[in-house]
């Protein structure tokens, strides 16, 4: 399979995308709602990763709907305290449509934050190896992503035309379903239909080991969800906020609100700061110190931000040298978010949006966690005791009381909610911000050129650590680079473009000349031995009419009847040699390199030394030394690049040749500087 081009997505870093005013509202409301959840199996809308979980052998709606109970239990520890950009993980029970058997589905939407994509690959590789009755399937709309992260390493017959159905998560490993015999029969065809979900699944019953995808493929996915987790908190960021005390009421309930605020805030348009002059639900006079906690993610989103608020909203900053200006600016943004979404709240009243938790299913689920040590030996009562079991409410509601249910609350309506059902006491906050935490360091978000490059190599698995050894650049063989580019030339090259050798299992490439010439005549034939006439009658006159090309053509026919192949070959033979005494005192072929005399290729001097004299050496000329000038002008064009990307860096690196710096042009920099 040919690796695709570079995604378009890449990791979330430091620096967010500027602000979106220039959208359209029509776009931003669209952006802000963000795509529906697909049940179906169409393809998934724009940032989305779709996930079924399908049940390998006996099975049934009861079965799935047991093992989802026993997976939000498993996952509470993790899910309870972890921030969605967008939607959270959420597994419900579908029905069987056409060819999909029914299953375990859902989707998450993850914006800007793609490694909410890759939490939701770890949670379905350790889903399936909990339990090994379920296989998981994972896209988006890429397609199947994952094979995009090991494309260098999957084999020729598999593309996207016939991946279809075949990538699965089973007992915690990647397994890929192959062609069946009869297509392998077929030259692997790559429109090759692809297996049903049941085919795949009973394949997966039976041989599963058979089916288990290779190292390289499996290492690549792995490194890319390694870390979890761990990596959870280290996604995190603290900083400090004066934000209105209700606001600071309705994070301690429920810390996943600031994605939702600050996506609001991120995404807002004219008609939404309309809200914000008036500040009815968050007025700025009762504002408070509190530590918020962002992912990285968000943080960037909501700092990177450029905004002024509005004179009338009673929101004002204080002078930017001021020590705490960025805690008073992020809380101003935050502020305006919240608002935002409070004005586009429905004004319902709580009991009929807020799900209590409560009767036997909460109850089962609150056993399930104490059973698993959730509350870590904690004091019923105590602090840190009630801490945990507000996040267990809000991940029980929002991941399976909404997984079953078909009416989607807003985050307004949560807001306002939980400002009528919570008090709190402002006394109170103003004492916790007293002894407030120290904020982390967000010095990740600059990134110098240095850490760029570093990043960029790493991705792309081509990180090699740099050395002044001049002994190791001594070790270098040129020769490698001269063979890797005789074995690119090589390659047969397709519509889907040209392969790299970079393997250095493949062999040398070798030259059979009595194999070349054989070839030879049997492409041309004798048809070649009058090119050299031809050409010299087309000097001399240029006027041929009609009658004197048929007699040409008829006079050429006779003639290669009597033409040998030896004769053919001596002919071609001179006609090349004496080409090469004429361009051997030209300026051409003074510019190569030819072998010394009695000497290997390796000890090569240039026809440069030559003088005007040397035409005594016509009756033998000197062989040019083709590795050599090939690894010259190699040389000579990657000093060119001046250490940025181009032809020969990229022709080379990609088959695993690494060129050293030039040692001469860096000393000459250096001088220059000093």
């Known amino acids: 399979m040919t690796p695709p081009p ?7 870093v430091a620096s967010a995308p500027p602000c979106r005013d220039s959208l359209s509202a029509p776009q931003r409301r669209s952006a802000a709602c963000g795509p529906a959840l697909m049940a179906g199996d169409g393809a998934p809308g724009e940032d989305v990763v779709r ?48 060819d999909t058997p029914e299953h375990l589905g859902g989707s998450t939407p993850f914006g800007d934050n793609v490694e909410d994509e890759w939490f939701v ?12 009755l379920l296989a998981a399937r994972v896209d988006d709309n890429d397609g199947e992503f994952l094979l995009i992260e090991a494309a260098e390493f999957l084999p020729k017959w598999l593309s996207p035309e016939n991946s279809d159905n075949r990538v699965f998560f089973y007992k915690g490993e990647l397994h890929i379903i192959p062609l069946s015999e009869t297509q392998e029969q077929e030259d692997c065809e790559p ?57 600071v009421a309705v994070l301690k309930q429920r810390p996943s609100l600031v994605a939702a ?4 805030f991120y995404l807002r348009d004219p008609v939404d700061l309309r809200a914000c002059r008036t500040f009815q639900t968050f007025p700025p006079e009762q504002r408070v110190m509190t530590t918020v906690t962002f992912t990285k993610c968000l943080y960037a989103q909501l700092v990177q931000q450029k905004f002024v608020p509005d004179r009338r909203s009673g929101y004002t900053l204080p002078l930017p040298s001021h020590p705490q200006y960025k805690a008073y600016e992020l809380g101003m943004k935050l502020a305006h978010g919240f608002e935002i979404l409070c004005s586009k709240s429905s004004k319902a009243s709580p009991d009929s ?65 939980l400002l009528q059902t919570t008090t709190f006491d402002v006394k109170e906050f103003e004492r916790e911000a007293a002894c407030l935490p120290l904020e982390d360091d967000d ?27 001049d002994e190791e650049e001594q070790k270098y063989d040129l020769e490698t680079v001269a063979e890797s580019m005789k074995a690119f030339v090589s390659k047969v090259s397709t519509h ?45 006159d240029f006027n041929f009419s009609d009658e004197d090309d048929e007699d040409l053509d008829a006079e050429n026919q006779r003639q290669e009847q009597k033409v040998l192949p030896n004769e053919l070959i001596g002919s071609l033979k001179s006609y090349m040699d004496e080409m090469d005494r004429e361009l051997a005192h030209t300026n051409v072929g003074r510019s190569f390199t030819t072998q010394k005399k009695g000497a290997s290729s390796a000890k090569a001097t240039t026809s440069q030394d030559a003088g005007p004299d040397s035409e005594a050496e016509d009756a033998e000329l000197t062989p040019v030394d083709v590795d050599m000038n090939l690894v010259a002008n190699l040389l000579e064009s990657y000093s060119a690049q001046a250490g940025l990307a181009g032809p020969t860096s990229n022709i080379l690196q990609s088959m695993g040749v690494y060129l050293p710096e030039n040692a001469d042009q860096i000393g000459f920099n250096k001088g220059a500087t000093e």
């Open 6 to 12: 570079q995604r378009r997505r890449h990791d979330a």
């Open 353 to 417: 949006k807020r799900n209590e938790c409560s009767g036997p299913v909460w109850e089962r689920f609150l056993n399930g966690l104490k059973e698993k040590d959730y509350f870590k030996g904690e004091m019923e009562g105590s602090a840190k005791y009630m801490e945990l079991l507000r996040m267990a409410e809000d991940y029980f509601q929002q991941s399976v009381t909404k997984a079953e249910s078909c009416v989607e609350v807003s985050p307004g309506d949560e807001i306002l909610t």
């Open 443 to 469: 010095s990740w978000l600059e990134i110098s050129p240095d850490d760029l490059d570093k990043m960029l190599k790493e991705a792309t698995n081509e990180f090699h650590p740099s050395s002044d050894d």
């Open 51 to 98: 996930y079924r979980l399908f049940a390998v052998g006996p099975g049934g709606e009861e079965l799935l709907r047991g093992c989802a109970r026993g997976i939000a239990e498993r996952l509470a520890p993790l899910l309870a305290a972890y921030i969605w950009q967008r939607q959270p993980f959420r597994l419900r029970y579908v029905p069987p449509r056409g």
């Open 191 to 247: 429109s090759a239909a692809s297996p049903t979900i049941s085919q795949a699944l009973r394949l997966l019953s039976t041989r599963s080991e058979e089916f288990l995808a290779a190292e390289p493929i499996r290492a690549a996915v792995y490194k890319r969800i390694s870390g979890y987790p761990e990596k959870i908190q280290a996604s995190f960021h603290r900083a400090h906020c004066y934000l209105p005390a209700g606001i």
């Open 121 to 132: 690959v770890y949670l379905l590789r350790e889903i399936t190896r909990a339990f090994p």
């Open 261 to 264: 605020a600050v996506q609001a």
């Open 496 to 540: 889907e473009g040209a392969e790299m050798p970079w393997s250095s299992d493949e062999a040398h490439v070798t030259f059979d000349v009595d194999s070349f010439t054989k070839a030879l005549d049997r492409i041309l034939g004798a048809d070649s031995e009058e090119l050299d006439s031809d050409d010299l009658d087309e000097e001399e």
